[in-house]
Nanobody, 117 residues
Framework: QGQLVESGGGLVQPGGSLRLSCAAS????????MGWYRQAPGKQRELVAGITRSGTTNYVDSVKGRFTISRDNGKKTVYLQMNSLKPDDTAVYYC???????????WGQGTQVTVSS
């Protein structure tokens, strides 16, 4: 059974940086498309950034130029580097793994990111 464990969240001042990590186990990591989602209080969960098996990335407009998603298949880990953080980035961030063309999908437990002075 696949498992995803996020880490790296916390409290940061506006303009600061954080790097989230998501370690996978129990899946053939290199075969999965990976994504970072976030959910703020009272809002729907949204896709923040995604990376395909081949390394193609996509981002929601609000984080383009500030966030970078990357993956290390050897470590079975996906990262989200977040720079120039804003209060609107405050949310619980979730890691997602999806095997395209199948129903196989896993979620992490989430990590809180709070941007506040």
């Amino acid at each position: 059974q696949g498992q995803l464990v996020e880490s790296g969240g916390g409290l940061v001042q506006p303009g600061g940086s954080l790097r989230l990590s998501c370690a996978a186990s129990g899946i053939m990591f290199s075969m999965y498309a990976m994504g970072w989602y976030r959910q703020a209080p009272g809002k729907q969960r949204e896709l923040v950034a995604g990376i395909t098996r081949s390394g193609t990335t996509n981002y929601v407009d609000s984080v383009k130029g500030r966030f970078t998603i990357s993956r290390d298949n050897g470590k079975k880990t996906v990262y989200l580097q977040m720079n120039s953080l804003k209060p609107d980035d405050t949310a619980v961030y979730y890691c997602n793994a999806r095997l395209l063309g199948t129903t196989a999908e896993f979620w992490g437990q989430g990590t809180q990111v709070t941007v506040s002075s």
